[in-house]
DNA sequence: TGATTAATGTGATATTTGTCATGTAATCAA
DNA sequence: TTGATTACATGACAAATATCACATTAATCA
């Protein structure tokens, strides 16, 4: 079902912009046009499964990718949602591990493969795209420890008024019904996301809604009043 | 209470061998030696907090730091114990960003301080050490993935369970009665390493206790059967 | 040494949250 | 369109865990 189309250059990528790759040299960027490939893919898809061997980077070039650890329970721990500009599976190349998670379309995505060989390639010619490859790392190794820390010390309600938040920043668009969160995710995500039970994201996004902080738009969430989320998750940033 | 002396050359560092320092070239190990300090710090001694700048990287010579996140609710998130030949603040360093945690003295420790112009002047000019940086970082990604799922996914019991089993393997001596953890550890640690209550650490450490897991020595821990403890923590591996 | 503080331990209790069961609504495939 | 599957929703209930209060013991220090 993956569709291979031609696609954009890097050096005409829009999305190279806010991504990694934004100040590449002209010839760097040739060389991983040369070698990429761009593949669409569905809402559904799986790019690549935990334990399996990176064989390169993926860039997203537009859509949604959940990445996630499937737990003993069985259930998805989403660590992050990449979209626009994303790398995804670098850590674990340049890690030389096995993929430590898993990643799978949210919303309909096209990606840039760049194979490992092109992408140690530039990394090992550019050093100041490795530096910005290494401060990438410790700013999320930051949020990881971040995560934890709420994962363990705030509440479930805390931890999802504190996702409505977050998403509602990097997918959130304005309208007169209060800002909407622009993505599809189902409760099961959600509670992928927050770290717990779809019944309990269910209750709790319906005493939020009562409570006038969210609303339903179709799939979509309505953000109505961020300042009341950002009391009830504990959060003062 | 901080005492500088007098101290080995990281040429002839034994704890550098098992550290990210270990295959320097010789003029960067003198350059090392030649900026380093060493000091000398007591048990409770804070090495950095949240928030401050840092301003170099240190290196563990000996004893054991915690790193750890204070949430909100004042209790402490321990991150990691840092060990002989562990590098503690480099992520904030080359993250360019402010401490993400703090790091106090958990066992009596000699520690190097590099500062922060001589190891990066080492991370640009030795391109082989800054991958061996970068992969570290990668693998510290992976780390944290696991305990985030494992914060989210599994009960206190497994994750106190799964503490034990990882502090005897790190901190494990063998002895006539099982595997001692030598490291001392108040409970208001280990529930900052589990990321719980105190009083539950307590309660669940008597019943390993009384289900004859564990057994205590003084203030430490003695890990009396540990396959009864990686089933209770649901890991197989 | 005695006084003070920190650490450990225990009980009672309330709350949060997960689980199971079940039902309805929405979506999708044939 | 219809049957099947998936998503959403709600109730009942049990279990795990946090919190508070208060002992008791150990460690520290003046």
Same mark, same amino acid.
């Given at each position: 079902m993956k569709t291979i189309e031609k696609s954009t250059p890097c050096e005409l990528c829009m999305s190279r912009k #806010? !991504?990694? #790759?934004?100040?590449? !040299?002209?010839p760097h960027l040739c060389h991983l046009s040369d070698h990429k490939n761009f593949i669409t893919h569905k809402k559904g898809q799986i790019l690549f499964y935990e334990g399996t061997k990176p064989l390169g980077v993926f860039c997203i070039n537009d859509g949604v990718? =959940? @990445?996630?650890?499937?737990a003993s329970n069985g259930k998805e721990q989403i660590i992050r949602l990449a979209k626009k500009g994303d790398?995804? $599976?670098?850590a674990s190349l340049l890690g030389?591990? !096995?993929? !430590?998670?898993? %990643?799978?379309? @949210?919303?309909? %995505? +096209?990606?840039?493969f760049v194979p490992r060989e092109s992408f140690l390639k530039v990394l090992a010619e550019d050093t100041e795209f490795h530096r910005r *490859?290494? =401060?990438? /790392?410790?700013?999320?190794?930051?949020?990881?420890?971040d995560k934890l820390t709420d994962a363990t010390q705030k509440s479930i309600r805390e931890r999802l008024a504190f996702t409505l938040l977050k998403l509602s920043e990097t997918y959130g668009i304005d309208g007169?019904? &209060?800002e909407k969160i622009d993505i599809v995710l189902t409760r099961e995500e959600i509670a992928g996301l927050v770290g717990t039970a779809?019944?309990? *994201?269910?209750?709790? /996004?319906?005493? #939020? +809604? +009562?409570?006038? /902080?969210?609303? #339903?738009? $179709? =799939? +979509?969430? /309505? @953000?109505?009043? =961020?300042? &009341?989320? %950002?009391?009830?998750?504990?959060?003062? $940033?």
């Open positions: #806010f !991504s990694l #790759f934004a100040n590449l !040299s002209e990718v =959940k @990445v996630y650890k499937t790398f995804l $599976g670098y030389e591990e !096995s993929y !430590s998670n898993s %990643a799978t379309i @949210v919303e309909d %995505a +096209k990606i840039c *490859v290494t =401060k990438a /790392l410790c700013h999320d190794l930051g949020i990881m420890e007169n019904a &209060g779809t019944e309990t *994201v269910i209750r709790l /996004l319906s005493e #939020f +809604k +009562k409570d006038e /902080l969210i609303d #339903f738009e $179709g =799939k +979509k969430i /309505l @953000v109505l009043d =961020k300042r &009341g989320l %950002a009391r009830l998750s504990d959060f003062y $940033g």
